[in-house]
């Protein structure tokens, strides 16, 4: 109350030196919509004449207080001397008795009270409200004058009070309440009072706070990334392994629709269901094989229907089910890497069918070729060309694909490091092969088994070979090789036929694929790899390798250092020699059972020689050979065309009564 006395100490002072000018802004009411109403209603109650004068009246009696006596009263009626209302100025009249009045400097300084009362009572009638000392009820004299100007602002007075806070709530909630009195009353003419504004200091340690909370959510956060990264991975495991339980119970869905379809065109649809389901998940054929598929298949081919045995036998190669070996063991056929000297192959196998009287895809249980050797291995084992129109066959992809113009050669292999033209080789080989998938082949009772080997070469080092297989090793048997069977044919010959500079390498999937020749150029020792995982317990009976022809310069030479070309040219054929593998086989196997044919050149061909003399010449140096190493020929031509014996013959059909039928009570292997 202190601040307040002082504040209105003041403002007493300067009212004396601006008497008319400061009363007439202070009563100058702030228009208030919510007070149009109540005016209104005065208004109604009062005289046309007097209207101005009973306004002035009421603003008057606001003023009244219960601490001031009547004689105080009729002073403050008395002593105003013009009122603003609305922007006009009306006119009261004045008191004789200076002292009287109630503005006069005198009393300001003396009566403090009734000073602070009026001007009390005039913010509290503009906003509308009253206080508790305000409250006073009138007379019955003043209720019976109700044409009376004093009744009428009593009856004003006691009219609803509005929303608006009063003075007094103002005074005793000085916190926030005040700067809202000031910013309604005043309005611009007073700035606003910032309670809330923050110091500079505040700012400042609010600041480092933010910067050391910064740098702890840092650390936080390093620190939470451990365990939200093995979230991440066990999260993806449980999907590994939620989608891998739904694959195998897929699977045992399959296998037992299968069992139990009677129709024969119903079993057909369900071996193909499984056939394509178990190609495209591969890692659930050791369920196939829990749930009983093997012996339910087996019998399914039992069925005279050729369309059913079909699709049967490529359900079995897929599970990975072998049938027994055709002779006496096993039978590899294996041919090297070359390019068109690949013709030389054709000669050694047309003097083995002469001699047994059977074509190759009889002799053998196995072939594997690598580049041009896969292209004679799809020919003579998947499609199962003549030997004579296999030839010709070759001599005219040899003519179409190594046609080239020097100048544009160059020129692509500046850009795409690739002689011939790659795209033109890829729609040959989808003309001649299709888009029949490997695996299909095995639809072919007399179809052996086939491989064709390629080298990746963005799967870091060393290099690593990739088989391409008609076929499928058996659950629970690791694979030598990686390899697959689900790709087409002229995918598999595109890929182990990229030889660099002569072609692009291929892509498929993510694997980059080139030559086979890089790698693994003699092919027969994959091959025998191969062999021992389809069958385990079967021992080898006859291992043809043909080459493709060798050529050995004569002479010594006394320079003391190589040229580029030559460093280059030594390289090559380092990583395209065959004959390290052959010496190694050669002295591990026995001699009635590996054979080794690879005739010597008289001349040094390209890979990539389509000139019919040239061909020619290598046909004549191939015969050459063979007449030379007729006795060698003759042997393993004789191994050939052994069969199997009784014995042998009645363990393979012990074994398959035991497969088909879940086992017999009867010893399956003699």
Not at 118 to 133: D, K, P, R, S, V
Request: glycine content about 6%; overall charge neutral; hydrophobic content about 35%.
């Amino acid at each position: 109350m202190s601040r307040i006395k002082n504040t209105f100490d003041s403002f007493s002072k300067a009212v004396s030196t601006t008497h008319n000018e400061l009363i007439a802004r202070i009563l100058r009411p702030k228009p208030n919509p919510d007070a149009v109403g109540k005016e209104e209603n005065l208004q109604m109650n009062l005289d046309n004449a007097a209207q101005s004068e009973i306004t002035d009246i009421k603003t008057l009696e606001n003023c009244k207080d219960p601490l001031i006596t009547e004689n105080s009263e009729s002073k403050c009626k008395a002593d105003a001397t013009s009122v603003v209302r609305n922007g006009s100025q009306y006119s009261l009249p004045k008191s004789t008795d200076p002292k009287s009045s109630l503005f006069h400097a005198s009393y300001f300084t003396t009566n403090f009270g009734e000073t602070y009362s009026f001007l009390a009572n005039h913010i509290n009638w503009y906003f509308g409200g009253e206080t508790n000392m305000e409250r006073k009820k009138p007379s019955r004299d003043e209720l019976s004058n109700k044409d009376s100007p004093t009744s009428a602002v009593l009856v004003a007075n006691d009219a609803p009070s509005s929303a608006k806070k009063s003075f007094s709530h103002f005074i005793t909630n000085p916190s926030n309440s005040m700067q809202a009195f000031v910013d309604n009353y005043f309005g611009g003419r007073v700035p606003k009072l910032r309670t809330e504004t923050k110091s500079a200091s505040e700012a400042k340690s609010e600041e480092e706070c933010r910067g050391t909370e910064d740098k702890s959510d840092q650390e936080t956060s390093k620190e939470s990334k451990e365990p939200e990264e093995r979230a991440k991975r066990l999260s993806l495991q449980r999907e590994k392994i939620i989608a891998r339980v739904s694959v195998d119970n897929r699977t045992r869905a399959l296998v037992q629709s299968l069992r139990r379809a009677s129709d024969r065109r119903l079993c057909i649809n369900r071996v193909e269901e499984l056939s394509c389901h178990l190609l495209e998940f591969s890692d659930t054929r050791g369920v196939a094989v829990k749930e009983n598929a093997i012996p339910c298949l087996l019998r399914l081919r039992q069925a005279h229907d050729e369309t059913l045995q079909a699709a049967v036998r490529e359900a079995l190669a897929l599970i990975g089910y072998n049938n027994p070996v055709k002779g006496r063991g096993i039978r590899v056929l294996t041919i090297d890497g070359g390019g068109t000297r690949g013709i030389v192959a054709l000669q050694t196998l047309r003097k083995l069918e002469e001699l047994t009287g059977k074509p190759v895809h009889h002799l053998f249980d196995y072939i594997c070729g690598v580049s041009t050797g896969a292209i004679l291995a799809f020919m003579l084992g998947l499609f199962q060309i003549p030997l004579d129109e296999c030839e010709k066959m070759y001599r005219k992809l040899g003519n179409d694909v190594f046609k080239q113009n020097v100048i544009v050669g160059t020129v692509k292999m500046g850009w795409s490091h690739a002689f011939y033209d790659s795209e033109m080789w890829e729609k040959m080989l989808k003309e001649r092969m299709g888009s029949d998938i490997l695996i299909e082949t095995a639809r072919n009772p007399l179809c052996p088994k086939v491989a064709a080997v390629s080298t990746i070469v963005n799967r870091g080092t060393p290099l690593k070979a990739f088989v391409f297989r008609n076929y499928n090793h058996f659950p629970g048997v690791k694979a030598p090789y990686i390899g697959g069977c689900q790709y087409n044919l002229w995918q598999a010959i595109r890929a182990s036929s990229a030889a660099p500079g002569y072609f692009q390498e291929y892509v498929l999937g993510n694997d980059l694929h080139q030559d086979g020749g890089l790698l693994i150029n003699n092919p027969c020792a994959l091959a025998l790899h191969e062999c021992k995982g389809l069958w385990p317990n079967v021992p080898l009976q006859c291992v043809i390798s043909l080459g493709t022809g060798r050529y050995e310069s004569a002479g010594k030479s006394t320079a003391t250092h190589t040229s580029l070309k030559d460093k280059i040219t030594n390289v090559i054929s380092s990583a395209t020699d065959t004959e390290e593998v052959h010496k190694m086989l050669d002295a591990l196997l026995p001699s009635d059972t590996y054979f080794r044919f690879n005739p010597v050149m008289n001349e040094d061909i390209t890979l990539n020689e389509n000139r019919d003399e040239k061909l020619n010449q290598l046909q004549m140096d191939g015969m050459r050979y063979l007449d030379r190493n007729e006795e060698k020929l003759k042997k393993a031509a004789k191994i050939l065309a052994q069969e199997k014996t009784t014995l042998q013959s009645f363990c393979d059909w012990v074994k398959l009564k035991n497969d088909m039928y879940e086992g017999l009570p009867i010893i399956s292997k003699l």
